[in-house]
């Protein structure tokens, strides 16, 4: 995958990688924090060793699990409850839509 920049989500980003190391049969732990450190890049790689200080991220004091949940607190935004609840109750029914079409799209937002 290409390296993290921030321009994509992080979930997406997230996924090529697992998509990467299910490809290249990569399931030890050990080897997926060696394929999340290569693939990162390097602006992502020296946050996150700011991020992990003191500890080291080439050692076995961090886990692969460690970093995504740092990734995940650090890049993924944290989602608006109130935003979502204006969204959905703005939400109207499209000239041209279905009931079912309409139903299904509220669910989406729900």
Not at 30 to 51: C, E, F, Y
């Amino acid at each position: 995958p290409q390296a993290y920049d921030g321009q994509v989500r992080f979930d997406v980003w997230e996924l090529q990688l697992e998509l990467y190391m299910t490809a290249k049969s990569i399931t030890e732990d050990a080897d997926k924090k060696v394929a999340l450190l290569q693939h990162i890049g390097l602006p992502m790689l020296q946050k996150l060793i700011d991020w992990a200080n003191p500890k080291k991220l080439s050692g076995a004091e961090t886990t692969y699990t460690d970093l995504i949940a740092m990734l995940k607190k650090h890049c993924a935004p944290a989602t608006n409850i109130f935003a979502q609840r204006v969204r959905l109750f703005n939400e109207k029914q499209q000239q041209g839509q279905s009931v079912q079409e309409y139903f299904s799209h509220m669910a989406q937002l729900f």
